[in-house]
């Protein structure tokens, strides 16, 4: 894997897609050892955590449901420590095991404002699944039951987790190296493309 460029950054691999997708099947199977017989809903956040939330679901194999919310607390590469929730909580969380899919635990004030929003609204068990932790940023006392790397508290993207929208797709995880030269130029994977 080379290096690429979003915006006016440089990015080099750091998590490949298959040690992704190991950490990913074994926190599936702590879950559906944890939760059998509960029917658990799990509700992922969005923006980040969309594709982690799919390949998770895919090795789920006990009943569950999922559902959606939508939080932004990040601009551009740092945390502006105020969560704005975009699309709330609709589903009926009386009495619910619910499993919050996030991809990645960072001053931890977003996962903090929805485990108090879900035990408010009546959850009885309210559990945490992140892709990544950054245990060196982390500030919060909410345990995090299903962590599935560790991270460094370097600035990361791809694999859902985005530098000003850029790098989402990406199946990989890459950290920031430097600022980009103005003439610098990188081929994109994927899409090939210059920039
Ligand atoms: P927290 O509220 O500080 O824990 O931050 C959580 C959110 O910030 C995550 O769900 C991500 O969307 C975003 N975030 C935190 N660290 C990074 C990063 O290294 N790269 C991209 N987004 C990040
Ligand atoms: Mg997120």
Redesign the pocket.
């Known amino acids: 894997m080379s290096k690429i460029k979003l915006h006016d950054k440089i990015f080099k691999p750091k998590i490949s897609a298959a040690e992704i997708s190991k950490a990913v099947s074994d926190v599936a199977s702590s879950i559906n050892k944890d939760l059998k017989g509960k029917k658990p809903l799990f509700l992922a956040?969005l923006?980040?955590?969309f594709m982690f939330a799919s390949d998770l679901m895919k090795k789920i194999k006990i009943d569950c449901e999922i559902s959606f919310v939508k939080?932004?607390?990040?601009e551009a590469?740092g945390?502006t420590g105020k969560?704005k929730q975009l699309i709330g909580i609709n589903e009926d969380i009386k009495g619910r095991t619910v499993v919050i899919v996030?991809?990645?635990?960072?001053?931890?004030?977003?996962?903090e404002?929805i485990w108090n929003q879900l035990h408010a609204l009546g959850a009885v068990d309210v559990r945490i699944a992140t892709l990544?932790y950054?245990p060196e940023?982390?500030t919060k006392t909410v345990p995090l039951n299903y962590v599935a790397i560790v991270?460094s508290n370097?600035?990361?993207?791809g694999y859902g987790?985005?530098?000003n929208g850029l790098g989402r797709n990406l199946d990989s995880i890459f950290v920031l190296d430097y600022e980009a030269t103005e003439n610098e130029t990188y081929i994109n994977q994927k899409n090939q493309t210059t920039c």
């Open positions: 956040v923006n980040g955590s939080v932004a607390s990040y590469t945390t969560v996030e991809d990645i635990v960072d001053t931890g004030n977003t996962i404002n990544l950054k940023a982390y991270a370097d600035f990361i993207v987790l985005d530098y």
